[in-house]
Antibody
C-alpha cells in the first residue's frame, strides 16, 4: 500500500523558514516524480513544486520561485520542501503527491503551515 | 499562463447523473491531459480520472471523463449518484511550464 506521510508543519513568523518532509513507502520511490501541492484554508488546490525521479529536474510555481526549494533523498525514500522568507499567504495545508510529471496518483494526508506573528 | 474554470457548485439527486465542466482559457484542451481529483470533507484528494478518461483501479465505472475541443473543455460525469459522491472535485492540467488546477466544484447529492 502506498503511503505518504508529511511532517514539519507548524507556526512560523513572517520571514521565517520551515522544512517539510514527506516519508514514502509501499512503492519504488526512486522511480516516480514527486510534487508539493498546497491548499489554503477553505480554498482550492494549488501546485507548488515538482521534482523528477533522480532529482535532476525541478520546477516551481511563480509564487514560490526563489523562496522554496524541493529536494529528495532516494536512499531515505523522503521528499523535502525547504521554505524560506515565508509570507502570510503561504499559510496552507501542504500535501506531497507521487506520480508522473503532470499528474498526482497518490497523496499524503497533509501538514499545516501557519505563517503569522 | 492558462486557467481552468469550473462551476462553483452543482447539485443533483441520488441515482441521477451529473456533469462537471472544466474550461481551458487558452491553448487547446486536447494538447495536454486532464485529470480529475475528488476531495471529501476533511480528507486528502484522490484521483478519479487521469489522462482525460482513464480510471484508476478501484474507481467505479460510474465516473467517466471526456474532452470537447469545440468548447475547449473537459467534463467529469458521474452517473447513478450516491451520497458518498458528495465532495469537491478539481480538474487539473498543465503546459510546458505550469501545472494548473481548476477552482473546484462542490457537488451536493440531496
Amino acid at each position: 500500500e502506498v503511503q505518504l506521510v508529511e511532517s514539519g508543519g507548524g507556526l512560523v513568523q513572517p520571514g521565517g523558514s520551515l522544512r517539510l518532509s514527506c516519508a514514502a513507502s509501499g512503492f519504488t520511490f526512486s522511480s516516480y516524480w514527486m510534487h508539493w501541492v498546497r491548499q489554503a484554508p477553505g480554498k482550492g488546490l494549488v501546485w507548488v513544486s515538482r521534482i523528477n525521479s533522480d532529482g535532476s529536474s525541478t520546477s516551481y510555481a511563480d509564487s514560490v520561485k526563489g523562496r522554496f526549494t524541493i529536494s529528495r533523498d532516494n536512499a531515505k525514500n523522503t521528499l523535502y520542501l525547504q521554505m524560506n522568507s515565508l509570507r502570510a499567504e503561504d499559510t496552507a495545508v501542504y500535501y506531497c503527491a507521487s506520480g508522473g510529471s503532470y499528474l498526482y496518483a497518490h497523496w499524503g494526508q497533509g501538514t499545516l503551515v501557519t505563517v503569522s506573528s | 499562463n492558462f486557467m481552468l474554470t469550473q462551476p462553483h457548485s452543482v447539485s443533483e439527486s441520488p441515482g441521477k447523473t451529473v456533469t462537471i465542466s472544466c474550461t481551458r482559457s487558452s491553448g487547446s484542451i486536447a494538447s495536454n491531459y486532464v485529470q480529475w481529483y475528488q476531495q471529501r470533507p476533511g480528507s486528502s484528494p484522490t484521483t478519479v480520472i487521469y489522462e482525460d478518461n482513464q480510471r484508476p483501479s478501484g474507481v467505479p465505472d460510474r465516473f467517466s471523463g471526456s474532452i470537447d475541443s469545440s468548447s475547449n473543455s473537459a467534463s467529469l460525469t458521474i452517473s447513478g449518484l450516491k451520497t458518498e459522491d458528495e465532495a469537491d472535485y478539481y480538474c487539473q492540467s498543465y503546459d510546458s511550464s505550469n501545472q494548473v488546477f481548476g477552482g473546484g466544484t462542490k457537488l451536493t447529492v440531496l
